[in-house]
């Protein structure tokens, strides 16, 4: 009977305050939370800093229990690898020495990184410098978009992932960046997990493949919070993982229908005569010592909450594509911009596309230094205008090859299909004229192609299978 009433007290007692499954980003009880490690006298030490200017330090462990220095225990705690947040200015937060940056002045300056680093319209810089700012707000929304970066070989897409990756949440720690190409699915969960932070898929052309897979399968769940919490198995134990977050895809093939409504994609164009700017890592590392700040003011958790109710609310989205963009509209809201976010959502790009002056995409192109123009240029400066225009659509390239022509620059025609009838009479005329002018003209295995003395389009996008052979324009 004894037993029983000690079993009774202990049913009717309050439940334990330990804290679950806390990690960098965390919000709980009104307050976030950021978990970083350094080297101290006494070793490698974690540390736990709370929104409300509280820092501790673990001082034990058990098993999954970590017993910090104000004497509370939370169960299961993600160590990060990658930190975006430094020394110096979480010893300024603690102390109450800083005071967080607007949103305005915050995405300016972001803007104004991107668009030293990254080779794209204004609109895309803005898109990318609002990703990067929303990466420290992730756990303020329900669900987040990926950002797809495509464009063929050269166009700049690792690097522009690199450099959003730089000014964004846990993306990278010094010249490590959280990218990974061919790593296996478990390794990539588990960073994302520990890290809660920015990660890039680059060249992984999955995205085209519909066939199951773990990482695909983790894209699938993982735009939104309520199912992204998964439990995964490796070798042969289970662990719960958190896949929520920013992810940046890049790939030159675009995903299927299922992919894309869960993103946003930028399509990127080389140019000739932009080059990236060398930025001091110093400025990096001050806009998102100030993101953090700003992140962790809990005055900010309020504004955001409002501005995301107003975006939610908007009658003139509906959908996937309203679920995914309620950030990043509130966030636009904040910064005082205007996100044309429609623009970039695949399945309402290609059911709306933006009208492309043809004409204007040609001098454009020449004005930027290409002088041996190609179908495949003119498609990819259209995709950059926002027109998601396929190349087997006979009318764009019959368009591009006129205004080619008339534009009296054009010294070669490529196509990487010769199917349609149209296209193939185009090339044939084009190519009676450069044989009369003296310019070879070769037949390579089914289709036909002009192979002039040198070709700034086999630099673009090595069109002609003969790359080795010309000598590019640069």
């Given at each position: 009977m004894k037993d029983s009433m000690e079993s009774m007290d202990l049913l009717d007692s309050r439940e334990s305050s330990i804290l679950q499954?806390?990690?960098?980003?965390?919000?709980?009880?009104?307050?976030?939370?950021?978990?970083?490690?350094?080297?101290?006298?006494?070793?490698?030490?974690?540390?736990?800093?709370?929104?409300?200017?509280?820092?501790?330090?673990?001082?034990s462990r058990t098993k999954d229990d970590f017993h910090m220095s104000d004497g509370s225990t939370i169960r299961r705690l993600a160590i990060p690898t990658f930190r975006s947040w430094s020394d110096e200015s979480i010893r300024r937060f603690v102390k109450r020495e800083s005071v967080a940056k607007t949103f305005p002045v915050l995405f300016q300056h972001a803007k104004s990184i991107l668009g030293r680093l990254v080779y794209a319209d204004e609109s895309a810089i803005d898109l990318m410098?609002?990703?990067?700012?929303?990466?420290?707000?992730?756990?303020?929304?329900?669900?987040?978009?990926?950002?797809?970066?495509?464009?063929?070989?050269?166009?700049?897409?690792?690097?522009g992932a690199v450099a959003i990756l730089k000014l964004s949440f846990n993306g990278s720690s010094g010249e490590l960046v959280a990218s990974f190409g061919k790593a296996s699915s478990s390794a990539i969960f588990r960073s994302i997990a520990d890290n809660r932070g920015t990660v890039v898929l680059d060249d992984h052309e999955l995205i085209s493949d519909s066939k199951p897979s773990p990482l695909r399968q983790g894209l699938l769940v993982a735009y939104k919070a309520a199912s992204a919490l998964q439990v995964l198995t490796i070798r042969g134990k289970t662990f719960p993982f958190d896949l929520f977050g920013i992810r940046i895809l890049t790939s030159i093939q675009a995903g299927d229908d299922v992919i894309n409504s869960r993103l946003l994609r930028i399509n990127l164009l080389p140019a000739m005569s932009f080059q990236p700017a060398t930025i001091d890592e110093t400025e990096i590392q001050a806009l998102r010592d100030d993101l953090h700040t700003l992140a962790m003011t809990e005055d900010v958790f309020q504004t955001l909450r409002i501005a995301a109710a107003e975006a939610s609310s908007d009658k003139r989205f509906h959908g996937r594509f309203a679920e995914i963009t309620i950030g990043l509209r509130?966030?636009?809201?904040?910064?005082?911009?205007?996100?044309?976010?429609?623009?970039?959502?695949?399945?309402?790009?290609?059911?709306?596309p933006p009208a492309v002056n043809m004409k204007a995409l040609v001098m454009g192109l020449l004005k930027e230094g290409y002088r041996d123009l190609t179908v495949l240029h003119v498609h990819a400066a259209a995709s950059l205008a926002g027109s998601d225009m396929s190349l087997t659509k006979v009318g764009l390239e019959m368009a591009a090859c006129g205004l080619l022509k008339a534009s009296g620059s054009i010294t070669i025609f490529?196509?990487?299909?010769?199917?349609?009838?149209?296209?193939?009479?185009?090339?044939?005329?084009?190519?009676?004229?450069?044989?009369?002018?003296?310019?070879?003209?070769?037949?390579?295995?089914?289709?036909?192609?002009?192979?002039?003395?040198?070709?700034?389009?086999?630099?673009?996008?090595?069109?002609?299978?003969?790359?080795?052979?010309?000598?590019?324009?640069?």
């Amino acid at each position: 009977m004894k037993d029983s009433m000690e079993s009774m007290d202990l049913l009717d007692s309050r439940e334990s305050s330990i804290l679950q499954d806390v990690g960098c980003g965390t919000i709980h009880q009104g307050h976030a939370y950021y978990v970083f490690q350094r080297n101290t006298e006494k070793g490698t030490t974690t540390f736990l800093l709370r929104s409300d200017r509280q820092l501790v330090h673990v001082v034990s462990r058990t098993k999954d229990d970590f017993h910090m220095s104000d004497g509370s225990t939370i169960r299961r705690l993600a160590i990060p690898t990658f930190r975006s947040w430094s020394d110096e200015s979480i010893r300024r937060f603690v102390k109450r020495e800083s005071v967080a940056k607007t949103f305005p002045v915050l995405f300016q300056h972001a803007k104004s990184i991107l668009g030293r680093l990254v080779y794209a319209d204004e609109s895309a810089i803005d898109l990318m410098a609002a990703f990067a700012i929303l990466s420290f707000f992730t756990r303020q929304f329900h669900a987040l978009p990926y950002l797809h970066l495509t464009g063929n070989a050269g166009s700049g897409k690792s690097a522009g992932a690199v450099a959003i990756l730089k000014l964004s949440f846990n993306g990278s720690s010094g010249e490590l960046v959280a990218s990974f190409g061919k790593a296996s699915s478990s390794a990539i969960f588990r960073s994302i997990a520990d890290n809660r932070g920015t990660v890039v898929l680059d060249d992984h052309e999955l995205i085209s493949d519909s066939k199951p897979s773990p990482l695909r399968q983790g894209l699938l769940v993982a735009y939104k919070a309520a199912s992204a919490l998964q439990v995964l198995t490796i070798r042969g134990k289970t662990f719960p993982f958190d896949l929520f977050g920013i992810r940046i895809l890049t790939s030159i093939q675009a995903g299927d229908d299922v992919i894309n409504s869960r993103l946003l994609r930028i399509n990127l164009l080389p140019a000739m005569s932009f080059q990236p700017a060398t930025i001091d890592e110093t400025e990096i590392q001050a806009l998102r010592d100030d993101l953090h700040t700003l992140a962790m003011t809990e005055d900010v958790f309020q504004t955001l909450r409002i501005a995301a109710a107003e975006a939610s609310s908007d009658k003139r989205f509906h959908g996937r594509f309203a679920e995914i963009t309620i950030g990043l509209r509130a966030l636009a809201s904040l910064c005082g911009v205007t996100l044309d976010l429609e623009r970039y959502y695949p399945a309402r790009a290609a059911q709306h596309p933006p009208a492309v002056n043809m004409k204007a995409l040609v001098m454009g192109l020449l004005k930027e230094g290409y002088r041996d123009l190609t179908v495949l240029h003119v498609h990819a400066a259209a995709s950059l205008a926002g027109s998601d225009m396929s190349l087997t659509k006979v009318g764009l390239e019959m368009a591009a090859c006129g205004l080619l022509k008339a534009s009296g620059s054009i010294t070669i025609f490529h196509t990487k299909s010769t199917r349609y009838l149209p296209t193939k009479r185009a090339i044939i005329l084009a190519g009676g004229k450069l044989r009369r002018s003296g310019r070879s003209w070769c037949q390579q295995s089914h289709r036909k192609q002009f192979i002039p003395e040198s070709c700034s389009g086999c630099r673009f996008l090595a069109a002609c299978g003969l790359k080795d052979r010309i000598k590019a324009k640069v």
